[in-house]
């Protein structure tokens, strides 16, 4: 689903980024991401959105390249920011439209997506109002509707759980097990990592641009360690 292989971005005038990073991503994985701040994980996830370029390395994405297939890459994927940039001048509706429009849902498929992911996460009375007036915790909803109702075969998603309440955590990931179940794969960073350790079946530990450990998560945090001991370990 997701091949990175040898991926280097490196910010000019410093040396942060990512440097030699490679990882597989396989269908039905939730696949956590975990570091330090300033480690890397957002810049690899931009780089597999296709928002940052990268200077060395390939990505593909569902047997495309991204380099050579941008488009048809992006349109397998959804990825959702640590702090989504939302257009505050839309209502919640009139965004999830567009970003309909975008993956060319029909207008029955729009309708039930819409109707069903709202009334779950519980926004269907704020969807006629402007977005410029929700809480942070709704935003990160409405982002999180407009990246599920589509269906992506790789879901990208940075510090997906921070801003959301219990239920709304509990519902993304549902729907993260229902989307991997059907054959999709979730590819996330988070500093949340008892949640990681009980959701994830795989783990990526990144430590100033460079992997320093990964695998499946039962042998990443075996021998009685939990993921957050090991953490603490590789990253001194």
């Known amino acids: 689903m997701l091949i990175i292989n040898n991926l280097t971005k490196v910010y000019k005038g410093s040396d942060k980024g990512v440097k030699n990073l490679s990882l597989h991503v396989e269908p039905g994985d939730i696949f956590a991401f975990i570091g330090h701040n300033g480690a890397g994980k957002t810049t690899t996830l931009r780089c597999i959105a296709g928002i940052h370029g990268f200077d060395e390395g390939s990505i593909t994405i569902a047997g495309l390249s991204l380099s050579e297939n941008s488009l048809a890459c992006r349109e397998n994927i959804a990825y959702i920011p640590d702090n989504p940039d939302i257009y505050e001048y839309l209502t919640g509706i009139q965004y999830l439209n567009f970003i309909a429009d975008i993956f060319r849902m029909s207008a029955d498929e729009r309708t039930r997506k819409i109707e069903s992911l709202a009334s779950e996460f519980e926004i269907t009375a704020s969807l006629g109002d402007l977005i410029s007036s929700y809480s942070h915790g709704m935003k990160q909803k409405l982002a999180l509707i407009s990246a599920l109702m589509h269906s992506p075969k790789l879901l990208l998603l940075d510090e997906p759980f921070v801003g959301l309440d ?54 990443i945090a075996a021998n009685g360690k939990s993921l957050e001991d090991i953490f603490m370990e590789v990253v001194k």
Do not use: Q
Request: charge should be neutral; aromatic fraction near 4%; charged fraction near 30%.
């Open 166 to 219: 219990p239920k709304a955590s509990l519902i993304l990931k549902n729907h993260m097990k229902e989307l991997c179940a059907e054959g999709g794969a979730i590819f996330f960073s988070t500093h949340v990592l008892d949640v990681a350790e009980k959701l994830c079946n795989k783990v990526a530990i990144i430590k100033d641009g460079r992997l320093i450990a990964e695998g499946k998560m039962e042998d």
